[in-house]
């Protein structure tokens, strides 16, 4: 038994062709501020439906709302 909270459970995202949902990459927009030296982000990170996302567990790849997890469960 496990209590860890899964990337399905907390955000809704698995992988549709072989549902994992551990190892899925995909590009964040976040918040940086800017000087000679280097970028610092801050914030949380976010993205959008339209983010390409890869899971890494099988190479499938596509967009966030390709990896939207809607199986409902009975
Ligand atoms: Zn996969």
Redesign the pocket.
Known sequence: MSNRVTVRQLIGLA?P??H?DACLNLILTTWASLSADRTQPFGDPEWDQDAPCV?K??D?SGIVADFAYTQVQS
């Open positions: 992988c062709k072989c994992d899971c567990a099988c499938f």
